[in-house]
């Protein structure tokens, strides 16, 4: 009962998707839809899948829904095992072999 009363005290809401701007840093490999990274947010170390894609950088004969090295975008993710408790502005770090990005969480809505 207490933990409930907590959570009502705090307004802390389990999230289990959002949206981060991201900036791939190095990529040997494309990313695109479905990709599971590990992420890695404050005290946070979950992988996560790559729901969306809305890219901000464009070069020519590019496709939208594929990251590579020094592109920036939008991208929601979802956490594969449990939801958990995040905030927009928040940094986080993905990661995957060789693959490093950097970003922010900018909404834990809909964007």
Do not use: C
């Amino acid at each position: 009962m207490y933990f409930i009363f907590a959570y009502f005290i705090n307004n802390k809401i389990a999230i289990k998707e959002f949206w981060s701007h991201i900036t791939i840093q190095h990529s040997p490999t494309t990313i695109k839809l479905g990709y599971e990274p590990f992420i890695h947010i404050e005290h946070i170390r979950q992988s996560a899948t790559i729901k969306e894609i809305r890219k901000l950088t464009n070069k020519e004969d590019d496709n939208d829904n594929i990251l590579r090295t020094g592109d920036k975008a939008y991208i929601k993710l979802e956490f594969i095992l449990r939801p958990e408790y995040i905030k927009p502005e928040m940094k986080l770090i993905f990661r995957e072999g060789k693959v490093k990005a950097t970003g922010k969480i900018i909404n834990i809505d809909e964007l």
